[in-house]
């Protein structure tokens, strides 16, 4: 089967080839990291690990690693001869892992490299994989929801390491894809030794499609322990030089085609709130210009983050603020009167609704939020969340702008946020024990 799959993953990176060589000449954005993927080690990584073990925790991009960070924080309690160590898949998440994780030192040979925990997930190739496996030298691979790859999953069981899923989810959207490959995954997922779930309903989805019952369970949402570390910078400066009894909208996570709605309900708002602003953070680095772009072409007055912070003034009603950088969304929401939270007007599975949730901050999303469905039933159920359609909008931002009720929802929505969390903690005590285990599993085998 795993012959198979090689050359599956073979033909399908050949075909591709020509798209992400062409991808790869415009763009360093596809050039970056591409040597880690292929197996390089880098010296940072290596000076980092020395001669010591490690605990791997591979999450794709920007929202998994979030939502991994308390984790990983508790996880670096664990032994002081572990080292946890950080993979990436995208360019964002690895940025974002960098300020997160990497504290550089100053180190008395300049030339020497700077000792990194971070880097690029490998391609799923068996001598790839094993380069990774011998450097790393994890006691526990931990995957941060569902990057499921099969080779990962062969080589890590052949050196008797757990592979463990934490905020494990299957989505709407990819349950009948595994459910038709079922036959295919479901020797694979049994080799995964602990599934956390983020609802029963995921654990569910789990066990039809292979995961044994007795090695999936429920554990909650990692994102409902996201705590904003402190205020940034950034933000103490917006909430100096926003004009008094200013209302301001942060758009956060913004998809394309959002930003269009987006910027049509802020000219319709304008006529009944002359003072209102809008904080437009578009998800993706890539489309900063283009939704620049959108925004000078439809005539509102611009402020780039890049450029503002630089020299800070006054910002004027009517004014759009692009929030042009990447981290720093979090911290804002804490400014908004209204949190619209992106990805969601349209059939991208919506964004993380929690991060306005714990500002006690009003949140607005559209009809589309499968990836957060849970904890938007929980919002729903306490009314700390309005769901619309894109027609509607406007409307629904009207109502929250000019409605004292909204300050309640704020408040219901912070409620949910804290009576949700605690997934980390259990995460942490599962991971502790079956190191434990493996532990003792081993000083049992030394001493036969």
Known sequence: MMLLYSLAFVAVLLIASPYWLLRMAWSGRYRHGLGQR?????????????????????????????AASRLIELLQSLDPELRVVISTTTRTGQRLAQERFDQPKKRL??????PTRVFYYPLDFAWIVRRYLRALRPRALILVESELWPRMLVEAERANIPVIVVNGR???????????????WRPLLRKLRLVLAQSEEDRSRFVELGVPSDAAKTAGNLKYDVRTAGELPITRELRTHLPQQTKTIVAGSTLESE????????????LEFPKLVMILA?????????VERMIEEAGF?????????????????????????VGELAS???????????????????????EPAQFSVPIVMGPYTENFRAMVAALL????????????????????????????MGIHARRVFEEQAGASQICFFAIEQILKENRDAEQEDGLQ
């Open 332 to 354: 804002v929401y804490s400014l908004a009167s209204v949190a619209f939270v992106g990805g969601s007007l349209i059939p991208a599975g919506g964004h993380n609704p929690l």
């Open 170 to 184: 299957i989505s709407n959207r990819s349950l009948p894809r595994y459910r038709a490959l079922r036959s295919l």
């Open 38 to 66: 292929l197996g390089y080690i880098s010296p940072g990584l290596r000076e980092y690990l020395g001669t010591r073990s490690t605990i791997w925790v591979h999450a794709v991009s920007v929202g998994e690693v979030i």
């Open 282 to 290: 578009p998800r993706h680095p890539e489309r900063f210009r283009p």
């Open 259 to 270: 930003e269009r709605i987006l910027l049509d309900a802020f000219r319709e708002l304008q």
């Open 109 to 114: 040979d300049a030339s020497a490299p700077a």
């Open 381 to 408: 159920e306490q009314e700390a969340i309005r769901v619309t359609p894109p027609e509607r909008l406007a409307q629904v931002l009207r109502e929250l702008l000019a409605s004292p009720e909204a300050r309640r």
């Open 301 to 325: 007055p611009l402020i780039r983050r890049s450029e503002w912070l630089q020299h800070p003034q006054t910002i004027s009603a009517g004014s759009i603020f692009l929030l042009d950088t």
